[in-house]
C-alpha cells in the first residue's frame, strides 16, 4: 500500500498562475482533508470532504478550490496564486467510522510550494 | 471557539534524559478528542494518539506517556530516556463534539542530541 501520495513534491509559481495538486490514498478512506502549513503557525486546515463529491471549508479557505470526484482522489486547486501561498501543503485521510477528524489522519509526504 | 497552545516552541535535550511536551487546550465543549503527532524531518505527520474528553486514565506506550488532566486543561506527552530518534516536531490537536473543525497546536521541535 502506497498510502497517501501526493503530486507534485515541489513546485515553484509565478504570482497569477494556476495549479493543482494532487492527492491520492489506497486505503478505501470516506475523510480526506487539505492543509497547509507555515512557520510558527501549525497546520491549517483549508478544505475537507466526507465523501465522494462533498468538500467543506476548513478554517483557511480562501483562495482555494477543491474538487473530490473519486473516492481515492482529492484535489486542491489554486486559480491565481499568491505569495501568500508560498506553503507547504498536506493531503490527509481517515476512516469514516466516527465523525470527521475524530479519527487518526494519515498524512502525505507534502507538497513544497512558492510563489514568486 | 476552541485554542491549543504549546508554549515550548523549541526543546533541546541530550540522549537518554526525559523530556515532556506540553500542551493546554480551550473548548466549551464537554465532549472532545485530543490528539498528538509527531513530524520528523521527513515531514510526513505520524499519529501517536487520541484520547477523548471522557476518559482521564493516563496512557503508557513504550517509552511515551501522555498525561491528560481536565482540571488543567493539559494533555502532556513524555518521552523517557529520549533517542536521537525522537528528534521531531510534535504537535498537540483537538476536536470538538460538532466535529466542525480540527485545531493544532503551533508545534513543539524537540532537537535529541547524542
Known amino acids: 500500500n502506497a498510502g497517501v501520495t501526493q503530486t507534485p513534491k515541489f513546485r515553484v509559481l509565478k504570482t497569477g498562475q494556476s495549479m493543482t495538486l494532487l492527492c491520492a490514498q489506497d486505503?478505501?478512506?470516506?475523510?480526506m482533508y487539505w492543509y497547509r502549513q507555515d512557520p510558527g503557525m501549525g497546520l491549517r486546515l483549508i478544505h475537507y470532504?466526507?465523501?465522494?463529491?462533498?468538500?467543506a471549508k476548513g478554517e483557511v479557505p480562501d483562495g482555494y478550490n477543491v474538487s473530490r470526484l473519486k473516492k481515492q482522489n482529492f484535489l486542491l486547486g489554486l486559480e491565481s496564486a499568491a505569495p501568500s501561498q508560498t506553503s507547504v501543503y498536506f493531503c490527509?485521510?481517515?476512516?469514516?467510522?466516527?465523525?470527521?477528524?475524530?479519527?487518526?489522519?494519515?498524512f502525505g509526504p507534502g507538497t513544497r510550494l512558492t510563489v514568486l | 471557539a476552541q485554542k491549543v497552545t504549546q508554549a515550548q516552541t523549541e526543546i533541546s535535550v541530550v540522549e537518554k534524559e526525559d523530556v515532556t511536551l506540553d500542551c493546554v487546550y480551550e473548548?466549551?465543549?464537554?465532549?472532545?478528542?485530543l490528539f498528538w503527532y509527531k513530524q520528523p524531518p521527513s515531514g510526513e505527520l505520524v499519529f501517536l494518539i487520541r484520547?477523548?474528553?471522557?476518559?482521564?486514565q493516563n496512557e503508557i506506550s513504550g517509552r511515551y506517556s501522555w498525561n491528560f488532566q481536565k482540571s488543567t486543561s493539559s494533555f502532556n506527552f513524555t518521552i523517557t530516556a529520549s533517542q536521537v530518534v525522537d528528534s521531531a516536531v510534535y504537535f498537540c490537536?483537538?476536536?470538538?463534539?460538532?466535529?466542525?473543525?480540527?485545531?493544532f497546536g503551533k508545534g513543539t521541535m524537540l532537537l535529541v542530541s547524542p
Open positions: 490527509a485521510s481517515s476512516q469514516g467510522t466516527s465523525g470527521v477528524f475524530y479519527n487518526e489522519q494519515f
Open positions: 486505503m478505501n478512506h470516506e475523510y
Open positions: 470532504s466526507v465523501g465522494e463529491g462533498t468538500t
Open positions: 473548548t466549551r465543549d464537554t465532549t472532545y478528542y
Open positions: 484520547r477523548n474528553s471522557f476518559d482521564e
Open positions: 490537536a483537538l476536536v470538538n463534539s460538532g466535529y466542525s473543525t480540527l485545531t
